[in-house]
Each structure stands twice: as structure tokens, then as C-alpha cells.
């Protein structure tokens, strides 16, 4: 566990370069003063590959590999949290959930480095209570997920709200569980 | 005195709907009248089936439709024409002993008479106990419109009985949701007040919401989403020419219209907020009558036609409240519960009725507006949409029933009276026209 701890710290340390001009730790060299030139403790821990010999021309740095490989990580997490487009609200009330912040920071981002990419926010409610106050409640919604993924990148230009209240379920019934599913913004990726 | 009854042949109708894209006729979608119960003070009328002379229309009696405009409302409890023991058409012919043993207090009596491609109607309506009459007129209509001449004289019977004129010759608007070819169907419709009659307005796959009645009978506002978003149209009903009113970035809904007729209050959120504007017809001119960062919403003239109610969530839920002139500084009016919405006001000022949540249950409950206090109307529990009648005795609201959504009238006490199912799918968004003259 503590070892662990100590080769994820160096690791991390490593890949944002603070590694150079440390004092010999377990195992690993230091020769040539060149940073990340034999990096075998924490090619081991981050199991990227290492060329061991003199024959070897082309030694990737590691340091480098760990931050495409975090990089091709946090791009297949951003992919994967992009996947969920649908966000949950409670009755009544248009705050986005704790929940939902992460995925709708990963959208904001992708539409910042994809500024051709439009989407269309759509706010819903549940069907209980009136069906013109829903209309404003389900735009209500819209607008709180048009403003958070403003905040956090993406453009104005991007984005389209429309509310269609209560009136597109999706899912039918009168059930607790049928107004939860109900309560809603879908994004639209056009 | 004569009534006369015009119809309008509904071939032009039809004729000018074949040009409108959106507009559909030729189907009907029936609604089924249930009465469910009526008031334990109701008044035992008895009505006579009427005498008739000459060819009559197939179809239901005038008598018969008399009978059962009567006993909807839940203020009367008709007589079944099997238990009287005479069936008197005038007034020579009435004992009212008889009619008293049968612990009746009004008897209607009366004949028709066919002459050319026109009915006339002539009846007579007895008080048992003072043994007089009441009322007694003549009206006359086309052959094919017995229909019409029947509510006009429940109109006139209810009149003479409770001194307020009759509501059964006015209209229903309201939305059936089906489903065809796998996709929803949306129809704005216009019936009866008892569900007959039913023609097809408007029909989409995206959502109807909100019909309101021009103050003249002759145009409904209401909001389509047939373009991909909530926009406000004005639809002729004679011509079926739609007018796209308002169509601004974001909502455009909740139409009501002036006493006048030549504005809609409405919703708009073209300012990034719900809030209420009126719009002049003409010129098309809007004025901003609410400037909040909550939602203002669900806007209808008062009883004065210079005040306005409206729904806001400016107090952290949604309440009701009421603007004495349009700009003025609201007052709020309900304080029961966490949830009140979409008020309509009656028209001689006593009462404003809406959506009050109890619990866990979404009821129709009225305040009286002088001395505030509220009364729950419904026992039904996901109640939506009341609208009241042009005379004040009875509410249209939709509610669901057995898992569907359906139309409930309702006394304006409370007393159930009868249930709109639509004959397949849902129904709902009931508004009930005015009286027109």
C-alpha cells in the first residue's frame, strides 16, 4: 500500500518534472543526469514500454508516454462521460445535480474544441402540476445547462434551448419512478 | 317570442379546411358523456317527451337531449319518462296532483312541428307547487340542428328555474392525444358542452396546448408545437385561418384574450424569462406586465377585465397571484399550499379557481376573493386545467381516470358531476367557450 503510494507520488511527480534533481530513490538511476533517460521503477508501475541496450536509437521518454497515455485515459473518460446526455432534476427545481457537473464539464469541453458541433437543449418535467408552468420549468432547466456549459466553454452560438414541458414523457405512467425519469434535459447533438 | 337557431351548412366549412394544411375535418372523435353523480339537493324536474307532429329528424328526442342537459349538471334529478303517469304536451293537460304524488317540482311540457326543412318547438314549464307557469316560448330550427334546439331550450328551463342563463349552447375546446401509424396524434377539437358534436380543428403530431376562447366565440388561440417549439396561434373557426401571432425566440404560450378581443395576454421569454406581455392584435405592439426573475406564467383577464391573475414561483414555489391593473404591483393570493397554479377567475368576481397541490395530490380548489378563503373542489388526484362555465355554475377540468386522461364537469361547489372520457386515447386542455347571443 505504501509503496504503491510512494511510486503513484513519483509518477506524478515525474510526469510534471519535478523529478529531476531528486536524491536516488529505490531503483532508480540517475546517470547521465538526463531526466527519464532509464526510468525502470516507474515504467514498471506505469507499465509503459522501456528499450533496454545500446542498440536502441529511439528510447521513449517516459515521462512523455504517461502523459499521452493520461491524456488517451482522460479522452476515453470524456468520451465516456459524453455518452450520458440526459440529467436528472428534482421536482420542482431547476438546480443541476452534483452528479451531473463532470459530464456536463466533459460536453462543455468537447464543444469548445469542436466549435462547428451544435446542440439542442431540450428541458422537460414531470406531469404533475400545470402544464403551462411546466413549459417555463422545462426551459428553467434548459437555461441552468445553457449557462453551465457556457461557464465552462462552450459558445452562446453553440446552443439552442426549447422546453417542451410535460408534454414528451420519457417514460409513461404516474409512478414516482416514471416523474424521476421524466424530470429532464436532453442534449441533441446535431 | 321566436328564437331562431341559425346553423351554418358545415360543406363551406369544409370547403375552406381542404385548403389549410394543418386543419382536418370529415373525422369525429366522440367523446363519451358519464355522469357520475349527482348533488343530494338536486331538483326533481320531471320532462314530458314531446308531442310531435310531422316527419321528426332519426337521432335523439328533443326531449330526451332536454333530460340529459338537466341532469349533468348534477342541480336536477330528472324524472325517467316511464314513471310518469300522463305525458301531457300543453297545459290543459297537466295535473299537477299527479305531478306532485310524484314529488316533482317543475314539469316541462311541450310539442314539435315540423313545416318544411324546420322544427318549431313550442314548450311550457310549470312550478308543481304554485301550480303556475314559468315559461313558455317558441323557438324554431333547421331539421338537421334539432340538436341546437334542444340546448336552447335547457338553456331557457334553466334559466327560468335558477335565475342564471343556461350554459348548454356553448362550446368545448380540448385535445385528444392518440396514436396513428406508430407516431402521436394531437387534435384540437370543438364539441358540445355534453361531448357530441366533435369536429376536428387542428391536427399535428406535436403537442396542442392551451386553447382560449375569443370573447366572441369565433377564434381560439393556442399554442402548436407543429415547428419544433411552443409558438402562439390564432385560429378562425369558421374560415380555419391560423394566424402565427408569436413566434419569438424561446416560450411563446399561455394565451388569453381581452373582453375586447383585440389582445392576448401571453408568455414570452424573449428576454430569457418567463414573463407576461399583452399583445394588440392589430399593430401587434407588446407591453411587458411583469419584469421578475422568477417564472410568470398561466395570465387571465379578472372578472373587471382590467386586473390580471397570474401563476409566479417568485415566493420559491409556484402561487397565485393578482395584479389590479396590468404593470401593478402584484398581491399575492393563495397561501394553503406549496403548489398553486394556473388561476381562472369566474366572471362576476367571487372566485378564482386553480391547480392546488394537497399532499401528494394535484386537486381543483377555488378562493373567494374577499374574504380568502379556499375550498378544495376534487377528490380526484391529478387535476389540471380548470376552466369555468360563461355562467359561473360549472368547471371543465381534465383529470386522469382507470390509468387515461379525461374532462370532468364539475358543479363550481364541487358537487361531481359528469366525465368526458374521449372515445380512444387521452383528453385533455378543456376550455369552455363563452355564451354568445
Not at chain 2, 278 to 307: C, F, V
Request: aromatic share 8%.
Amino acid at each position: 500500500m505504501i509503496f504503491s503510494a510512494q511510486s503513484k507520488a513519483f509518477a506524478l511527480l515525474l510526469s510534471v518534472g519535478l523529478v529531476a534533481g531528486c536524491s536516488s530513490t529505490g531503483g532508480t538511476s540517475e546517470d547521465g543526469g538526463e531526466f527519464g533517460s532509464d526510468v525502470s521503477a516507474v515504467d514498471q508501475e506505469g507499465g509503459s514500454t522501456v528499450y533496454g541496450g545500446d542498440d536502441q536509437s529511439g528510447v521513449s521518454s517516459s515521462a512523455m508516454t504517461e502523459e499521452e497515455r493520461m491524456a488517451a485515459r482522460e479522452q476515453a473518460e470524456q468520451q465516456a462521460l459524453r455518452e450520458i446526455t440526459v440529467f436528472y432534476f428534482d421536482f420542482d427545481t431547476a438546480e443541476i445535480k452534483q452528479e451531473a457537473r463532470d459530464v456536463l464539464v466533459a460536453h462543455a469541453r468537447f464543444l469548445a474544441n469542436n466549435p462547428g458541433q451544435n446542440v439542442r437543449i431540450e428541458g422537460h418535467a414531470d406531469e404533475r402540476g400545470t402544464k403551462e408552468y411546466n413549459l417555463a420549468l422545462g426551459e428553467r432547466r434548459a437555461n441552468a445547462v445553457q449557462r453551465f456549459l457556457i461557464v465552462n466553454g462552450a459558445s452562446r452560438g453553440q446552443l439552442e434551448t426549447v422546453s417542451y414541458g410535460e408534454e414528451k414523457p420519457a417514460v409513461m405512467g404516474s409512478s414516482e419512478s416514471a416523474w424521476a425519469q421524466n424530470r429532464r434535459v436532453e442534449l441533441v447533438f446535431e | 317570442m321566436t328564437h331562431r337557431i341559425w346553423y351554418k351548412p358545415s360543406r363551406t366549412l369544409l370547403a375552406v379546411f381542404a385548403l389549410i394544411f394543418f386543419a382536418v375535418t370529415g373525422a369525429r372523435a366522440e367523446l363519451l358523456i358519464r355522469i357520475t353523480e349527482g348533488a343530494d339537493s338536486a331538483i326533481p324536474v320531471a320532462v314530458v317527451p314531446f308531442a310531435e307532429s310531422g316527419q321528426m329528424p332519426a337521432g335523439d328526442k328533443v326531449g330526451s337531449i332536454v333530460q340529459a342537459d338537466l341532469t349533468m349538471t348534477g342541480e336536477f334529478r330528472t324524472l325517467p319518462p316511464e314513471k310518469m303517469l300522463s305525458l301531457p304536451s300543453r297545459r290543459e293537460e297537466v295535473y299537477f296532483r299527479d305531478w306532485r304524488l310524484l314529488g316533482q317540482r317543475y314539469v316541462l311540457v311541450g310539442s314539435l312541428t315540423r313545416s318544411g326543412d324546420r322544427v318549431q318547438a313550442r314548450y311550457e314549464l310549470f312550478d308543481v307547487n304554485r301550480e303556475e307557469r314559468i315559461l313558455g316560448e317558441t323557438a324554431a330550427a333547421p331539421a338537421s340542428n334539432t340538436r341546437s334546439l334542444a340546448h336552447h331550450i335547457s338553456d331557457k328551463v334553466y334559466e327560468a328555474i335558477t335565475g342564471v342563463p343556461g350554459a348548454f349552447s356553448t362550446k368545448l375546446a380540448y385535445v385528444t392525444l392518440d396514436t396513428a401509424n406508430g407516431k402521436p396524434r394531437y387534435r384540437l377539437q370543438v364539441s358540445d358542452v355534453d361531448g357530441k358534436r366533435a369536429r376536428i380543428r387542428l391536427e399535428s403530431q406535436e403537442p396542442i396546448l392551451s386553447p382560449a376562447w375569443s370573447p366572441d366565440g369565433k377564434k381560439l388561440a393556442y399554442v402548436s408545437f407543429e415547428t419544433g417549439k411552443p409558438v402562439i396561434f390564432v385560429h378562425e373557426l369558421s374560415t380555419g385561418q391560423r394566424t402565427k401571432v408569436a413566434d419569438f425566440p424561446g416560450l411563446n404560450s399561455a394565451p388569453a384574450w381581452s373582453d375586447d378581443g383585440r389582445s392576448l395576454l401571453m408568455t414570452l421569454s424573449k428576454d430569457g424569462n418567463a414573463e407576461i406581455y399583452r399583445m394588440n392584435l392589430d399593430s401587434r405592439q407588446l407591453t411587458k406586465l411583469t419584469n421578475h426573475w422568477a417564472i410568470d406564467t398561466e395570465p387571465s383577464y379578472d372578472a373587471s377585465g382590467k386586473g390580471i391573475f397570474f401563476t409566479s414561483d417568485r415566493s420559491g414555489g409556484p402561487q397565485i397571484y393578482h395584479m389590479e391593473t396590468p404593470g401593478a404591483e402584484p398581491r399575492r393570493i393563495t397561501f394553503g399550499s406549496r403548489y398553486n397554479a394556473r388561476p381562472r377567475p369566474d366572471n362576476d368576481g367571487k372566485y378564482v379557481y386553480y391547480v392546488h397541490q394537497r399532499d401528494r395530490a394535484f386537486h381543483i380548489a377555488r378562493t373567494e376573493l374577499k374574504t380568502g378563503e379556499e375550498t378544495i373542489l376534487t377528490r380526484t388526484e391529478s387535476d389540471e386545467s380548470p376552466s369555468v362555465a360563461p355562467n359561473g355554475r360549472m368547471l371543465i377540468y381534465a383529470t386522469r381516470q382507470n390509468g387515461s386522461n379525461v374532462l370532468t364537469v364539475i358543479s363550481a361547489d364541487g358537487g361531481a358531476a359528469y366525465s368526458l372520457p374521449a372515445s380512444e386515447g387521452d383528453v385533455r386542455e378543456p376550455a369552455w367557450g363563452p355564451l354568445v347571443r
